[in-house]
């Protein structure tokens, strides 16, 4: 009996490769509940996630800007904003600088009466209009935020080290387009209440 030749082994497909993650961008347990939670739900995970993960890098960026930069500083995230705001604009009537600052106007006021009482920022009422009140740092209030920012921008630089200059850039273009559209959907800024 001739033996019959062997046929070759069926070949396996091989999975297509997967693209490779960076280290730390594993998904969250809240991620991977919530995608567990809405399973069956007519929903885009897609949005969910990065709505989720835009918003939990904003209370952990601001945690961690209070806990490192502004403790020593004795500044709340807003309070910080607030200055920033008026170092880059200069002088700003009130509505103007809680729009900018993304506070209430109500909470702005209690945020100026503790930056006015440490004197880093004066009020004056708007001579052309009495019912505004202007804004302007003061001598110290300047002194705080020029030496404060380099700090801050270190740090900020530190978080997003693990981006190569083209990722920093393009986060930095998608957010933009991602805020513009917020103003699309629900017109130009506003008063936070």
């Not at 739900?41 to 918003?55: E, F, G, K, R, Y």
């Not at 705001?85 to 200069?90: A, M, N, S």
């Not at 986060?171 to 699309?184: G, H, W």
């Amino acid at each position: 009996m001739v033996a019959k030749p062997a046929r070759p082994a069926a070949r396996t497909k091989r999975p297509a490769a997967t693209p490779k993650l960076h280290p730390h961008s594993k998904k969250p347990l809240a991620e991977v509940l919530g995608e567990r939670r809405v399973a069956g739900l007519q929903v885009n995970l897609d949005s969910m996630a990065l709505v989720s993960n835009i918003h939990r890098a904003s209370a952990a960026i601001r945690d961690h800007f209070e806990r490192c930069v502004l403790t020593e500083a004795d500044l709340h995230w807003s309070a910080f904003v607030t200055l920033w705001c008026l170092w880059i604009y200069g002088e700003l009537e009130t509505r103007k600088l809680a729009i900018e600052a993304g506070v209430a106007k109500s909470t702005l006021s209690g945020i100026l009466n503790t930056l006015e009482a440490r004197k880093l920022v004066r009020r004056r009422t708007n001579e052309a209009e009495r019912r505004l009140v202007i804004v302007n740092l003061t001598s110290a209030g300047d002194t705080l935020i020029s030496s404060l920012f380099p700090r801050f921008n270190a740090e900020e630089t530190r978080i997003v080290g693990g981006l190569s200059g083209k990722q920093t850039k393009s986060a930095t273009d998608v957010l933009r387009v991602i805020l513009a559209t917020i103003e699309k959907i629900d017109g130009p800024l506003h008063e936070i209440d």
